[in-house]
């Protein structure tokens, strides 16, 4: 994960170490509490560096609740943009878990996630929400 400023702004896909300052260590701690199941929304500041409009993109994500989806057609609908346009903005979201695009589906399908392994990540993610109603 990356703090710039005192606020969390990307995380990365990789293992390693990272730094240690208050809010990294308070976002692991967030991170395990929501892998077991203990926590439904991160209280982190967050500053990704995004556009406006993709700021309000990332932010109606995280209006999404925890266990629940939309699709694509559905958040291009709420924010009067494409459906091709929310996908996009879906797989620049340099926040990913904590900025839960992974709550994002096609219609007929999962769509993408850009995690390495993405489809997999994403099965999981949802099925650890409970929704995995949604893979059957």
Same mark, same amino acid.
């Given at each position: 994960?990356?703090?710039?400023? *005192?606020?969390?702004?990307?995380?990365?896909?990789?293992?390693?170490?990272?730094?240690?300052?208050?809010?990294?260590?308070?976002?692991?701690?967030?991170?395990?509490?929501?892998?077991?199941?203990?926590?439904?929304?991160?209280?982190?500041?967050?500053?990704?560096?995004?556009?406006?409009?993709?700021?309000?993109?990332?932010?109606?994500?995280?209006?999404?609740?925890?266990?629940?989806?939309?699709?694509?057609?559905?958040?291009?609908?709420?924010?009067?943009?494409? @459906?091709?346009?929310?996908?996009?903005?879906?797989? @620049?979201?340099?926040?990913?878990?904590?900025?839960?695009?992974?709550?994002?589906?096609?219609?007929?399908?999962?769509?993408?996630?850009? @995690?390495?392994? *993405?489809?997999?990540?994403?099965?999981?993610?949802?099925?650890?929400? *409970?929704? @995995?109603?949604?893979?059957?």
């Amino acid at each position: 994960m990356v703090e710039e400023d *005192g606020d969390l702004t990307r995380l990365l896909w990789r293992d390693g170490d990272d730094d240690h300052t208050p809010l990294l260590d308070e976002a692991v701690r967030q991170l395990k509490r929501y892998f077991e199941g203990d926590l439904t929304r991160f209280t982190l500041p967050l500053a990704p560096k995004v556009t406006p409009s993709q700021q309000r993109f990332l932010d109606a994500l995280c209006d999404i609740p925890y266990g629940e989806t939309r699709t694509y057609g559905d958040m291009a609908k709420q924010l009067g943009i494409s @459906a091709q346009a929310a996908g996009q903005a879906c797989g @620049a979201n340099p926040i990913g878990i904590i900025i839960p695009c992974h709550r994002v589906t096609g219609s007929t399908n999962l769509g993408g996630f850009s @995690a390495p392994d *993405g489809i997999e990540k994403k099965v999981a993610l949802l099925k650890l929400e *409970g929704a @995995a109603s949604l893979l059957i």
